[in-house]
């Protein structure tokens, strides 16, 4: 019993031996795969080919005049005269009517501005306690004065020190801001100077 198992192992060894010779395998191609399931995507690549389309490409340039949804081109340069313009041309297309706007608003405030602008606006944030260029109280006369429109192209474009956050906060997520800011300066319209 013992002796014709040991011949039976004998030849599986053999046999393995063998098939790792006899099979060769292609290094440069992939394993085989088990349960490939999301290995291939179903839907089109970029880049692939696409039959139900005239030229053949998933990939599609834009037709002339289109332009991507909710986002209207800007006619403006960064230029104060050019702010000055937004200021009479955009109006805050958002309003505290809607629930959920100013919370929106205070949040992306705390989370962009407060950092150089300070919680209550004033100027005195963190960035600016470690040694940036201070800006003005938002809640001063002057900043009063500034019109939603021009708002949204100071913070699409930047002024003087403070850098553009055209990429870092969305178009939306501005007009929210700045209903947020109005709000704010609104609230303390008698305390503030
Ligand atoms: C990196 C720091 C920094 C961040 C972040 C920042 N600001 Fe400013 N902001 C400044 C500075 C500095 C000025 C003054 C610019 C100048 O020299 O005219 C300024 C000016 C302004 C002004 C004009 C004030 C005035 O009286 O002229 C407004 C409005 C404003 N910021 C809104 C915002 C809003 C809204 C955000 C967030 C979405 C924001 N800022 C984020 C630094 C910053």
Redesign the pocket.
């Known amino acids: 019993m013992k002796k014709t198992l040991n011949i039976l192992l004998v030849i599986i060894l053999f046999f393995l031996i063998g098939m790792t010779y006899g099979i060769k395998r292609d290094y440069l191609s992939r394993n085989s795969q088990i349960l490939p399931g999301m290995v291939t995507s179903v839907p089109y690549n970029a880049q692939d080919e696409n039959e139900n389309f005239a030229d053949g490409k998933t990939l599609q340039y834009r037709k002339e005049g289109q332009i991507s949804r909710e986002l209207m081109p800007l006619h403006y340069q960064a230029t104060p005269e050019d702010a000055k313009r937004a200021g009479e041309e955009l109006f805050n297309p958002v309003s505290d009517t809607v629930e959920g706007n100013l919370e929106r608003g205070q949040a ?2 705390t989370t ?6 300070g919680t209550g606006g004033l ?1 005195d ?1 963190t ?2 306690k470690k040694g ?7 809640l ?1 006369e ?2 009063r004065k ?1 019109k939603d429109g ?2 949204f192209h ?2 699409t474009y ?6 553009s ?1 055209a990429s ?2 969305s178009r939306l ?2 007009w929210k ?2 209903l947020y ?1 109005s709000e704010v300066q609104k609230k303390t319209l008698t305390t503030a100077k």
């Not at 940036?132 to 938002?138: R, V």
């Not at 930047?158 to 850098?163: E, L, T």
């Open positions: 992306v405030f962009f501005c407060q950092p150089c602008h100027g944030g960035v600016v940036f260029p201070a800006p003005p109280s938002l001063a002057n900043a500034i021009q708002m100071i913070v930047g002024q003087g020190n403070m850098p956050l870092q906060v997520d501005r801001t700045i800011i």
